[in-house]
């Protein structure tokens, strides 16, 4: 059975451009969550999904983010007009129900030069 | 204010070395508390989930247990490849977040 599947592994851009990362979660897991880990710390919250709808978008750290789920399955994190500071490594969960243990993908390392 | 806060940052132990990590926590009502082992280059992976004080979850060299305000990750008799940062997670009964620690990283000297 398949994990949860992040593309692209690594992405290195610009600052100032777009970019866009993907996550499939495991089948049949309606929520899905997105986070953010820096060298050293601990992931940190972004965004859920309950569905197609976002739950919780509180995580988000200003308006250049912004993620969907339009099917309920695959969802896509996007960034505009990044900055240095966006650079780590943008982790997605799945688990089958909210108060279920999350399952993670191995994540996307995003370096912003 | 963190809501969860892991110690020591770092341990090494010996291998056959038991110890405990722990994993304190402020949140106001606990849905749940969680732990994953995360590995270089890899995303978290689920060890144990703890609902209510004095559970306890064992799997292999590993216990679990939780009271009131802290969880200990209690390690028996480790070996080389239990070395990995561990990782703890609260969410809370009032929402869908979860809060995590800067987690501890183990490494088990052969």
């Known amino acids: 059975g398949a994990g949860v599947s992040q593309t692209p592994s690594n992405k290195v851009t610009e600052k100032g451009k777009y970019v866009e990362l993907r996550c499939d979660p495991i089948s049949g897991h309606t929520a899905l969550y997105w986070y953010r880990q820096s060298l050293g710390q601990g992931p940190e919250f972004l965004i859920y999904?309950?569905?197609?709808?976002?739950?919780?978008d509180s995580g988000l750290p200003n308006d250049r983010f912004f993620a969907v789920r339009p099917e309920g399955s695959v969802s896509t994190l996007k960034i505009q007009r990044t900055e240095r500071g966006d650079s780590a490594v943008y982790l997605c969960?799945?688990?089958?129900?909210?108060?279920?243990?999350?399952?993670f993908g191995d994540g996307t390392r995003l370096s912003i030069l | 204010e963190d809501q969860v806060t892991q110690s020591p940052e770092a341990l090494r132990l010996q291998e056959g070395e038991s110890s405990s990590l722990n994993c304190s926590y402020t949140v106001s009502g606990l849905r749940g508390l969680f732990w994953y082992r995360q590995d270089p280059g890899k995303g978290p992976e689920f060890l144990f989930t703890?609902?209510?004080a004095g559970e306890e979850k064992e799997k292999e060299r590993l216990k679990a247990t939780l009271t009131k305000k802290e969880s200990f990750l209690h390690i028996t008799a480790p070996k080389p490849e239990d070395s990995a940062t561990y990782l703890c997670?609260?969410?809370?009964?009032?929402?869908?977040?979860?809060?995590f620690g800067t987690g501890t990283s183990l490494t088990v000297i052969p």
């Open positions: 997670a609260v969410q809370e009964n009032t929402g869908n977040q979860f809060y």
């Open positions: 999904f309950q569905g197609t709808g976002a739950a919780d």
């Open positions: 703890l609902y209510s």
């Open positions: 969960a799945s688990s089958l129900t909210p108060n279920q243990p999350q399952h």
